[in-house]
């Protein structure tokens, strides 16, 4: 890869492992140290994640008008700006507000990475993607397995470790990313089609889709929210919880060729390959139901992983293959909206689920929930005219 862009990905891992000494926490410490219910720990990370979709847009915006460099930089500052804040004072209700601007901030940066990424290695194509995917996944390793390393010895300290890494991210950015020529859109090109907003089949197939993908995201995000509160009921360190996620994404690295392999070898449509992945999603939920050892969680979290790298990747390959020409960016904007949609929900619905009832009924619910995901997935391209050449376009 050219250098820009290994300057890029660099700045991607220092990024997220600085977010991932916070992210894993941000319940544990809501519930466990600030004293507040569960269903208040899910209202807090959904305003987060509110404010990380405004972030999202006005990023997006940004490095439209100003560049990425700019864009960047902004949401940085916006960051560093929330962390100190959140070092000196981390009571109650000031860590809602630090958690909503680390979220706007956040937002602002990962869009603009992302398009910047694409603009300084426009050959790379689907390569410059996937670095920055596998970037993320060395950073959340990373900072999960050193975020639970402080944190076992006090947990305030996460907050420290966070400033210093987004210190690191704002040095990298302003000497390195400086110089990066990034080639805007002009206006002209971007007027060429009126925005026509009507529901045509593909668009309908696309919602249905990203139902199903929404409640696997509202699944997943448990382990962030109720699930690590529970573990620390069970008298669960904060450093194994923290390896569950070191252990999340070097699997993702390091057994991704594996994964690819095994998918090639089955040679399922993509429709069938998130059929397939939601059911090992079951299969985990199934398996940490009955958890009470360390051992089980692990287990739990290895199966999980496995279903996320057959769903995960596949939904944004239907987007785009279900996209009309010169529509692809609309449509995978709503498949980030699902996601981030269920990110949003989950740890809040969840908390009010445990609070007025119990972990078991959760986990009954996720069950119930997966199962319409699957029916979701299945029937998506139901009503599409013909099927069998949409079919074979999308298996392609």
Same mark, same amino acid.
């Given at each position: 890869?050219?250098?820009?862009?290994?300057?890029?990905?660099?700045?991607?891992?220092?990024?997220?492992?600085?977010?991932?000494?916070?992210?894993?926490?941000?319940?544990?410490?809501?519930?466990?140290?600030?004293?507040?219910?569960?269903?208040?720990?899910?209202?807090?990370?959904?305003?987060?994640?509110?404010?990380?979709?405004?972030?999202?847009?006005?990023?997006?915006?940004?490095?439209?008008?100003?560049?990425?460099?700019?864009?960047?930089?902004?949401?940085?500052?916006?960051?560093?700006?929330?962390?100190?804040?959140?070092?000196?004072?981390?009571?109650?209700?000031? $860590?809602? #507000?630090?958690?909503?601007?680390? %979220?706007?901030?956040?937002?602002?940066?990962? !869009?603009?990475?992302? /398009?910047? @990424?694409?603009?300084?290695?426009?050959?790379?194509?689907?390569?410059?993607?996937?670095?920055?995917?596998?970037?993320?996944?060395?950073?959340?390793?990373?900072?999960?397995?050193?975020?639970?390393?402080?944190?076992?010895?006090?947990?305030?300290?996460?907050?420290?470790?966070?400033?210093?890494?987004?210190?690191?991210?704002?040095?990298?950015?302003?000497?390195?990313?400086?110089?990066?020529?990034?080639?805007?859109?002009?206006?002209?090109?971007?007027?060429?089609?009126?925005?026509?907003?009507?529901?045509?089949?593909?668009?309908?197939?696309?919602?249905?889709?990203?139902?199903?993908?929404?409640?696997?995201?509202?699944?997943?995000?448990?382990?962030?929210?109720?699930?690590?509160?529970?573990?620390?009921?069970?008298?669960?360190?904060?450093?194994? $919880?923290? #390896?569950?996620?070191?252990?999340? %994404?070097?699997?993702?690295?390091?057994?991704? !060729?594996?994964?690819? /392999?095994? @998918?090639?070898?089955?040679?399922?449509?993509?429709?069938?390959?998130?059929?397939?992945?939601?059911?090992?999603?079951?299969?985990?939920?199934?398996?940490?139901?009955?958890?009470?050892?360390?051992?089980?969680?692990?287990?739990?979290?290895?199966?999980?992983?496995?279903?996320?790298?057959?769903?995960?990747?596949?939904?944004?390959?239907?987007?785009?293959?279900?996209?009309?020409?010169?529509?692809?960016?609309?449509?995978?904007?709503?498949?980030?909206?699902?996601?981030?949609?269920?990110?949003?929900?989950?740890?809040?619905?969840?908390?009010?689920?445990?609070?007025?009832?119990?972990?078991?009924?959760?986990?009954?619910?996720?069950?119930?929930?997966?199962?319409?995901?699957?029916?979701?997935?299945?029937?998506?391209?139901?009503?599409?005219?013909?099927?069998?050449?949409?079919?074979?376009?999308?298996?392609?």
């Amino acid at each position: 890869m050219p250098r820009k862009v290994w300057l890029l990905v660099i700045g991607m891992i220092i990024n997220v492992t600085g977010s991932s000494f916070l992210w894993p926490f941000n319940t544990i410490y809501i519930h466990n140290h600030l004293g507040k219910s569960l269903s208040v720990a899910g209202m807090a990370l959904m305003i987060n994640s509110l404010a990380g979709i405004i972030g999202n847009i006005a990023g997006g915006i940004m490095f439209d008008k100003l560049g990425g460099y700019k864009s960047i930089l902004s949401g940085i500052i916006i960051t560093l700006f929330s962390i100190v804040g959140l070092v000196f004072f981390h009571g109650w209700p000031l $860590y809602v #507000l630090w958690l909503a601007l680390i %979220g706007l901030g956040s937002g602002v940066v990962f !869009p603009s990475m992302y /398009a910047m @990424i694409g603009a300084v290695w426009p050959e790379g194509g689907r390569r410059a993607f996937n670095a920055m995917y596998v970037g993320q996944n060395v950073g959340v390793a990373l900072g999960s397995a050193f975020g639970g390393l402080v944190a076992s010895y006090r947990i305030d300290y996460i907050f420290l470790a966070n400033l210093a890494l987004y210190f690191v991210f704002f040095v990298i950015v302003f000497i390195g990313f400086k110089n990066m020529q990034v080639t805007i859109k002009k206006k002209a090109e971007m007027q060429k089609e009126k925005k026509v907003w009507k529901l045509t089949p593909f668009f309908r197939a696309l919602l249905v889709m990203c139902c199903a993908y929404a409640i696997c995201w509202f699944a997943y995000v448990q382990w962030q929210g109720t699930i690590a509160s529970h573990m620390q009921d069970l008298k669960i360190s904060l450093r194994s $919880y923290s #390896l569950l996620w070191t252990v999340n %994404g070097a699997l993702i690295v390091l057994a991704q !060729p594996l994964i690819s /392999a095994i @998918i090639r070898k089955l040679n399922r449509s993509l429709k069938q390959q998130i059929i397939i992945g939601t059911i090992i999603f079951m299969v985990s939920f199934t398996v940490v139901a009955q958890a009470e050892q360390f051992e089980l969680f692990m287990t739990g979290m290895v199966i999980l992983t496995i279903g996320e790298m057959f769903v995960w990747p596949a939904v944004p390959t239907i987007a785009n293959n279900l996209a009309p020409q010169g529509r692809e960016g609309f449509y995978q904007g709503v498949v980030n909206s699902a996601a981030t949609g269920g990110r949003m929900f989950g740890p809040w619905a969840g908390g009010l689920i445990v609070d007025a009832f119990n972990i078991e009924v959760l986990f009954m619910a996720i069950l119930a929930m997966l199962m319409i995901s699957i029916v979701a997935a299945s029937i998506y391209d139901r009503k599409l005219k013909a099927k069998e050449t949409i079919e074979q376009k999308i298996a392609a």
